[in-house]
């Protein structure tokens, strides 16, 4: 199973983003699609895909981004108004349930550029407004004609590795009984394994040795972050816990994984969505 | 070899960002070092490493951010005005050849957060001006109360494999007959694996399969970059070199990569530096 977010089919066409004579060639393709959103959430169709619809449906006072060509049509989403920000609605994810692989990526692509536009009105160097160019993929400052680009953050997630168990926790404004991965964001100045390792000891005084990449994912909430899952090998299994972090924090068995992973009746806690990362590398950790 | 800019031998101690009284004390601990600096450029001590100096020699009106600790020491940086951006002196380059590797990691973590907050002045959200907090983690907005955090932008590093060979790029600014390994920013919505596939694509007309990661490290120049390093197996060997981006590109066996690493006389092509991450993926796709 690859990482929720991932296998989009769009081609991004950076080539198009530069060149405004193709990218108003595109804008004013009959074929072209736009992304259908209720606010930031999706809509889904009826045929269970993301909504898309042409662009006589589309306000002419909005910017559009473009997305990318898909069998030479291209695709946008429109610079919707919108706070973003952790917070998802109930609708986000009973969506992200149904959507196919490949929606729920192009999905995650355009309300990460969404969520950027509107945190980047402004001009962080000046002050001065900011407006949308290259094909929406960056702002220039009016002021000071700085430019400014689409950023993610990297975040790292994972797992410490214990004698055959791993190390999981949970926040007290998860669902009861949910346990995941631990999860930071990486400072300026830390490399993969560094960051990897200073999360676990703040988060659980655990400290750690080795650390080992599995598998990445765009996160489309919060903004746009890049997970950046990991096992470390930890060198004991005391734990000091944050509580300003975690509310709790344990060491499971492989099975006690896998009976989360299938939802057996008598698991002993709840896994990640599997559209989430800790999903994946759970599963992954569970056959290593 | 590790990684350049990895092995900082402080503790970020995080605990005392949010802890005012705590960093007042470390502000006033008669055994605090701050870092010297030449505007950006580190200052090498005639011993050859990084100069601390005290803080009674700190013009009192600079923000200084805390770094970490070592030894119970609190270590600082002022928060100096200065451009950073691409552009490196002379002088830090001859600076990073002589820098013994936990220094010049101490030196990238401070580089990059002056350059973050000199570039965050003013909110994204509001255009208000920002004030630093949480011991230098993070701004506020004056006007807004919006809270921003140093960021750090990843990006992909990697060498396509194909029958043995790797392939290799050279840039028409970097100095005669050096090349190094593609690299590109990650964009929102793409895993690490998927901005690998389309940065070799984009650059070199190569399509690629399976991604491995190798290892990463932070870089201190044009922000605070996160540089994520793999190799990718390739399906093919010819190539279609985007001229906007490479000025060349080759491919190239493991012995003239070994003659590159060792700068023999009769190298085909000049190795990046030891302390850039081109330099250790080369060198460990040479052991694999």
Redesign the interface.
């Known amino acids: 199973m690859n990482?929720g977010?991932?296998g989009?089919p769009l081609d991004?066409a950076?080539r198009l983003r530069n060149d405004v004579e193709a990218f108003n060639a595109a804008l004013n393709d009959w074929r072209a699609r736009v992304l259908g959103l209720d606010g930031l959430d999706p809509v889904v169709a009826s045929e269970g895909g993301l909504k898309w619809i042409s662009m006589a449906e589309v306000d002419v006072s909005v910017d559009l981004i473009l997305l990318g060509l898909a069998n030479g049509k291209p695709h946008f989403v429109p610079l919707v108004e919108g706070a973003g920000g952790m917070a998802r609605s109930p609708a986000v994810w009973r969506a992200l349930s149904m959507l196919p692989a490949e929606d729920a990526?192009?999905y995650?692509?355009?309300r990460?550029?969404i969520d950027?536009h509107?945190?980047?009105?402004?001009?962080?160097?000046?002050?001065?407004?900011t407006k949308v160019f290259r094909a929406g993929?960056g702002r220039q400052c009016t002021a000071c004609d700085a430019e400014h680009?689409?950023?993610?953050?990297?975040v790292v997630i994972m797992i410490a590795e214990y004698e055959g168990k791993a190390l999981l926790g949970r926040q007290s404004a998860w669902p009861k009984g949910n346990y995941s991965a631990l999860a930071g964001?990486?400072?300026?100045?830390?490399?993969?394994?560094?960051a990897v390792r200073?999360e676990i000891m703040?988060e659980a005084g655990i400290s750690c040795g080795a650390v080992r990449?599995v598998?990445?994912?765009?996160w489309?909430f919060g903004g746009?972050q890049?997970m950046?899952a990991c096992v470390a090998d930890a060198d004991g299994d005391q734990l000091t816990i944050d509580y300003n972090e975690l509310e709790d924090a344990m060491w499971v068995t492989k099975d006690e994984a896998r009976a989360a992973l299938a939802d057996a009746p008598d698991k002993r806690f709840g896994a990640p969505p599997p559209f989430a990362i800790a999903h994946t590398l759970l599963r992954r950790w569970v056959e290593m």
């Open positions: 990482p977010f991932t989009s991004r950076d990526a192009i995650g692509t355009a990460s550029l950027w509107n945190n980047h009105k402004y001009c962080g160097r000046c002050g001065g407004s993929w680009f689409p950023r993610t953050d990297p964001f990486l400072e300026p100045g830390e490399s993969i394994e560094e200073r703040e990449y598998t990445s994912q765009p489309p746009s890049l950046i």
